[in-house]
């Protein structure tokens, strides 16, 4: 988890990184994880591709300040819920 500023291009090279690692985790064999993204902010609402780019590296987990409640419901976080 990780919260920064920054434009929104440096957040979607982040969350490409992440996902790499995940991939290559997952060809490997190792224990891997999720990744889930919730965004906001101006540049992300100009910058059309860089949405498609997030919803490519986690695999349809993004989310917004709207809809941050679907979360839980929407990733292995259910997994948690008592």
Not at 36 to 64: N, P, S, W, Y
Request: proline share 1%.
């Amino acid at each position: 988890m990780a919260e920064d500023d920054g434009t929104a291009r440096d957040k979607v090279t982040r969350v490409q990184h992440l996902a790499e690692l995940r991939d290559q985790r997952l060809r490997s064999g190792a224990p891997s994880f999720e990744v889930v993204a919730c965004v906001d902010g101006r540049g992300f609402g100009i910058r059309r591709e860089d949405v498609k780019k997030l919803l490519i590296a986690t695999q349809g987990k993004l989310f917004t300040l709207q809809t941050v409640e679907r979360i839980i419901d929407s990733t292995s976080l259910k997994d948690f819920q008592g």
